[in-house]
């Protein structure tokens, strides 16, 4: 007797998705024969609202694409409009940023280990590291002023200079992080629950990677050496030495293999920057925001944010306005055609631990 | 930078050699190139990009409004690992009836940017296979992303002020009214 | 792997270690956390610093700052007498507000707990609702961080020891990308409107030149100012010291972007051509102007558009009254002015020259072939120096002397001149004598910081080489045996409080003569109208109260028919509140005959 298709939705409201999205898929007793992502429960029409304000107000509404990581958008836009208007940051404030885009790297991290072994049942995880967060926070606090949005990174450079003692902070705060790792790999990757659940499971084929438009950590649990940060350079990243990691296989296990790696370059790349940081202006400021227009032309600057390529694509007519800002966030493409594909052929109980091992953000999908 | 002085030339000669009238621009001191080519040899030179040229990864498309030309301009922005060189391939649609050939079987994820601009700008790909809603629920009014589509007219129509704000003084009326200066119709637009 | 992973058992067990561990993210009892040095929380504003500018509520990009009146606060000069209100339903946080505020009384504090039953309570007004909030300031903005460009572009001149050869123009004007760059200082508050006399719309023309539309700024210019590239030159800018950038910075150099917009309609034609004035039909009624001065002038061209028959009487060979014959061309080049007259007659004002109202034609015959009559008649005379010996040959009055310079003479000054008093037209007198090849010295009775000259002028005249002696009172001229000036005697003052707290009063020192070798002497110490002209039978209804004519805000006199302004009615004594009197004399009297 043949089995018939049950239609299930998952989400918007539910436990395992990553946000305000459903994924709609249609199974055959435990395994899934189609998916779709069904998104729109998060479109505040950001790009629309910035063509109404000037260059220097639409940055107030960037950082709200992403929460877990705000600052990459940020930091694309501000290195967008500098590309298309030629404007130079100072180097202070190029070490700053890597600074800032690096810690919330981290905070990112820390959320994702929430987020993946909740979807699979261990949810010690989520409560170390979103409280071991909590002190990056502190210093994204101490630094900006905000603690979750910062609002700190804009066109010119950033926007305040670093507080007395803020250096001596970050180092200690890097010194804890390095000892509590080794908690977090013993409770978690030496864990083999989390070894048997994850290996073999959301695989995505090696040679089909690229071409399916996989970005980041993604990419590179495919094995593929590809990051922005070297590829491409951008700020002071190629002053600064870090290794790119990558693992085969390219399912879970690959995937959290190296974020685990990432932590740990990221960790590298704080401490040198504080070691490396120039004196000198941290703005170059811009002229009056109310006149400030921009040549004509466009410009596209992308990021490596923690789910992979971040982009800002700005279209400028000559006038104070933007007449077109597209954001392209890495879920965009992780989370609707890809996620679609890889999900055929896997358990229910699993798309959770998929979703979140793709980094799936919606906010970054609808805009 | 000779070396991506070179590159550059090499990329211009070899697109111009199968695609004639493909327009370049090459005035960029980054990793840069644009082309700027007829929508109907789109997909066959994003195709040529892909599979000949090493141009494996898209990295963005997007689409912008000139309503004052009537036309609007779709951008896609490839990617080489291998070279490390953005091409950006630009073409323009005409608006009021903007018509393109559907391209996801180039990359897949061309088939959310073109569900996306099809539900926010109105343009249509042909062969294109998607549900018809993606980002809007129930829309039945324009679409949105246009320029000739005013959010905030909208906003005022279909939603109310919450009262407590009536109050509110412009500072120049308020002082040109306390002195008694008259602000000529044709200035008006340069006041704040 | 096996199923059975002792590793992979035991290893996530070592977490039991954290049990008896202290808590870290949560403390008992209870603390509340301080928020950070730099938080963003709730808003404080300072309302005694804050001028009600608006810029925050332009910024912000959420709508959420109204300016509104608060009990209590007035506006005044230099404020407009609103203050923000903000909506914290909207409100991000972003503190852009704080960013561009022009005085810095705006930021941001550590307060982040705001608890109310009532949801209008969030409509929030800082420094009023929470007057405390200015102990626990975080996020401010000074002047180095403000978004605000507080340094004004420099303006080239002509440097001080080349320019005494010459009379050429001092100040050389901003260049277009200057000007552009200046513009885009200004941030369109409004606030420097109220105190221009003539109430200029300054914004807008401002804004004109920023988006690089600058015949659209001469039109905006020429809506109440006629004369406006000699004011552009030398008015003396009221606006400017209450600019809002200038509470923190210089100012918007709100003149020299007059006089760049002026300056690109080249000739009176271009000038005609680009403001093209709506010229209303002539509507049979005629206005008669005594005096060619900007008064004059600025009522006659009004009442010009209005249709109106207008005609000036001017006892000088040339229009312009004291701008003409006052000021010296190094400030204000005569082509200057010719080009803005010239202007002014094409829309068919005209000026009879050389025609003295009192001597070529009378009063009366003016006041009974005209509808209404404006007089601009000025303070063409001098205060002497009542001294012993200033009849003598090379004493005379600055005044005096700027008006035959300006009109071609020759004057024989000598090459030591001593200029008495410290106003404009003293400094005027004696950079013009630099330039005829004389050391001059200023004798001014008080202290530099009291001479009411403008600052600019006291520092050129410093830099061409001027000898400026404070505190001195003369008290005689020594003649030689010719008559002629031979040395000026004074004595040195002290400064003795005054008793009814104005400014500090000299007190001649006994016995502390001083003399200065001169050859010429020159008294600018006032001047006085001239009021002869008006016969008896008049004098009843048009009156003259210390030295001035009587006027209501309309600028009319006691007689219905006739109305003044300028020098000889406001004590303000600068062109622009003459142009301000002539604009709304001719208001006053457009009103007055359509009513008829």
Redesign the interface.
């Known amino acids: 007797m043949r089995e018939k298709a049950t239609t299930l939705y998952i989400g918007p409201q539910h436990p395992g998705i990553t946000g305000n999205m459903m994924v709609k898929v249609k199974v055959e007793g435990d395994t899934i024969v189609e998916a779709?992502t069904e998104?729109?429960y998060l479109?505040r029409?950001f790009?629309?609202?910035q063509?109404?304000?000037n260059w220097?107000?639409?940055f107030?509404?960037l950082c709200r694409f992403c929460v877990p990581e705000p600052d990459p958008v940020e930091e694309s836009y501000a290195r967008a409009v500098e590309?298309l208007e030629g404007r130079q940051v100072p180097e202070r404030a190029k070490y700053i940023r890597v600074l800032m885009l690096e810690l919330a790297r981290m905070g990112s991290y820390l959320l994702w280990y929430g987020g993946q072994n909740g979807s699979l049942g261990l949810y010690?995880m989520g409560q170390?590291s979103v409280?071991d967060r909590?002190y990056i926070l502190?210093l994204f606090?101490?630094?900006?002023?905000?603690r979750v949005?910062h609002?700190y990174i804009w066109p010119g450079g950033v926007?305040?200079d670093l507080?007395e003692g803020f250096a001596d902070k970050v180092l200690r705060t890097m010194d804890y992080f390095e000892k509590r790792l080794k908690?977090y790999d013993?409770?978690?990757f030496?864990?083999?629950?989390f070894?048997k659940r994850t290996q073999g499971v959301g695989v995505i084929p090696k040679e089909k990677a690229?071409?399916?438009?996989v970005?980041g950590p993604v990419l590179r649990g495919c094995g593929i050496r590809?990051d922005i940060r070297i590829?491409?350079p951008y700020e002071v990243y190629d002053k600064l030495d870090f290794e790119v990691p990558t693992a085969e296989g390219g399912d879970i296990w690959a995937r959290a293999l190296v974020r685990r790696q990432e932590i740990r370059q990221s960790i590298r790349i704080i401490r040198q920057v504080i070691e490396k940081m120039p004196a000198g202006d941290y703005y170059n400021?811009?002229?009056?925001?109310?006149?400030?227009a921009l040549p004509k032309g466009?410009a596209?600057a992308?990021t490596e944010a923690t789910r992979g390529?971040v982009?800002m694509?700005i279209?400028s007519d000559g006038s104070t306005r933007p007449?077109?800002t597209?954001f392209?966030g890495a879920a965009?493409?992780h989370a609707?055609?890809?996620l679609e594909?890889i999900l055929v052929g896997e358990n229910v109980a699993d798309i959770s631990a998929i979703m979140n091992s793709l980094g799936t953000c919606p906010p970054e999908i609808?805009r | 930078m000779s070396m991506m002085k070179e590159l550059k030339e090499n990329i211009i000669k070899r697109i111009k050699a199968s695609f004639p009238d493909a327009v370049e621009k090459n005035d960029f001191n980054y990793n840069r190139l644009d082309f700027i080519i007829d929508k109907n040899k789109v997909p066959s030179m994003l195709l040529y990009l892909k599979e000949e040229m090493g141009f494996i990864h898209l990295s963005h498309a997007s689409c912008v409004d000139w309503l004052e030309e009537g036309e609007f301009e779709l951008v896609f922005i490839v990617w080489s690992p291998v070279d490390k060189i953005k091409v950006f391939v630009h073409t323009r649609v005409d608006r009021d009836n903007p018509v393109m050939e559907n391209m996801d079987m180039i990359w897949p994820q061309l088939n959310t940017y073109e569900r996306e601009f099809r539900e926010l700008y109105g343009v249509q790909f042909t062969g294109l296979v998607a549900p018809d809603e993606f980002i809007l629920e129930d829309w039945q009014g324009p679409p949105p992303y246009r320029r000739d589509f005013d959010t905030a007219a909208y906003a005022e129509k279909t939603f109310w002020h919450r009262p407590g704000r009536e109050d509110a003084q412009d500072v120049r009326e308020t002082i040109a009214s306390r002195d008694g200066e008259e602000i000529p119709d044709f200035a008006k637009k340069y006041s704040r | 792997m096996s199923f059975f992973d002792l590793n992979g058992t035991l290893k996530p067990l070592t977490a039991l270690k954290q049990f008896g561990k202290k808590p870290h993210t949560i403390s008992y009892p209870k603390e509340s956390k301080e928020a950070a040095d730099r938080y963003r929380g709730l808003h404080y504003n300072n309302l005694e610093e804050c001028i009600g500018c608006g810029n925050c509520s332009t910024i912000c990009q959420n709508a959420a700052i109204d300016m509104i009146h608060i009990e209590g606060i007035e506006g005044k000069k230099g404020d407009s007498g609103l203050r923000p209100r903000v909506d914290n339903g909207r409100c991000c946080w972003c503190a852009l507000c704080v960013e561009v505020c022009p005085t810095g009384s705006l930021s941001l504090t550590k307060d982040y707990i705001f608890v109310s039953e009532n949801p209008d309570d969030f409509l929030w007004i800082p420094g009023v609702d929470n007057p405390g909030g200015k102990e626990n300031i975080s996020f401010y903005s000074t002047k180095e961080i403000s978004l605000n460009d507080f340094q004004r572009v420099p303006m080239p001149e002509l440097e001080g020891k080349e320019r005494v050869k010459s009379f050429a123009e001092v100040v050389l004007g901003y260049n277009e990308e200057q000007a552009r760059a200046e513009a885009s200082r200004c941030i369109s508050c409004g606030i420097c409107t109220e105190v221009c006399p003539d109430h200029m719309h300054i914004p807008e023309y401002i804004n004109a030149i920023a988006s690089g539309n600058d015949a659209d700024a001469v039109r905006i210019i020429y809506d109440n100012n006629p004369l406006p590239e000699m004011c552009g030159k030398v008015c003396t800018r009221r606006c400017e010291e209450v600019c809002a950038i200038a509470t923190r910075g210089e100012a918007v150099a709100i003149r020299w972007l007059k006089r760049y917009a002026t300056e690109t309609a080249a000739t009176a034609d271009i000038t005609r051509e680009i403001v093209n004035p709506e010229i209303r039909e002539p509507n049979g009624k005629t206005v008669g102007i005594i005096g060619a001065g900007p008064s004059g002038l600025t009522a006659a061209y009004y009442l010009a558009l209005r249709g109106y028959d207008v005609t000036i009487y001017e006892a000088n060979a040339k229009a312009g009254g004291a701008t003409m014959y006052g000021i010296p061309k190094y400030r204000f080049p005569i082509e200057s002015l010719d080009k803005q007259i010239d202007y002014i007659q094409s829309i068919g004002v005209k000026i009879h020259f050389n025609t003295k109202v009192g001597k070529d034609i009378s009063f009366k015959e003016i006041y009974d072939k005209y509808d209404a009559v404006f007089m601009g008649v000025g303070f063409p005379d001098a205060w002497p120096l009542g001294v012993e010996g200033d009849d003598a040959e090379g004493s005379m009055q600055a005044f005096r002397f700027l008006y035959m310079i300006n009109s071609g003479e020759k004057v024989d000054i000598g090459d030591k001149v001593v200029v008495v008093g410290g106003g404009n037209v003293a400094i005027d007198a004696a950079r013009v004598s630099r330039r005829l090849g004389a050391e001059v010295t200023i004798l001014y009775r008080r202290r530099v910081e009291d001479m009411p000259a403008d600052w600019e002028e006291i520092e050129g005249a410093e830099d061409e080489g001027v000898n400026i002696v404070p505190q001195g009172i003369p008290v005689k001229i020594h003649k030689d045996e010719n008559g002629r000036v031979k040395a000026v005697e004074y004595l040195k003052a002290e400064m003795v409080p005054d008793d009814k707290g104005g400014r500090p009063r000299p007190k001649p020192i006994e016995g502390s003569n001083t003399i200065i070798e001169a050859t010429a002497v020159m008294a600018a110490i006032g001047q006085m109208g001239d009021y002869s002209f008006l016969p008896e039978e008049f004098t009843e209804k048009i009156k003259i109260e210390r030295g001035r004519f009587v006027v209501n805000e309309k600028q009319q006199t006691g007689d219905p028919k006739v109305f003044a302004g300028g020098d000889a009615v406001n004590r303000t004594a600068d062109a622009i509140s003459a142009i301000a009197d002539g604009f709304r004399a001719c208001k006053a009297i457009d009103e007055m005959l359509s009513k008829k």
């Open positions: 779709r998104v729109g479109h029409a790009e629309k609202l063509e109404r304000r220097l107000q639409s107030t509404l590309m010690t170390w409280g909590n502190d606090e101490e630094l900006t002023g905000g949005y609002m926007r305040r507080p908690d013993d409770l978690m030496e864990n083999t629950i070894q690229v071409e399916w438009g970005v590809s590829d491409d400021r811009i002229p009056n925001p109310h006149k400030w466009d596209y992308r390529e982009g694509y279209v007449r077109r597209h392209r965009y493409v609707v055609s890809l594909k609808e």
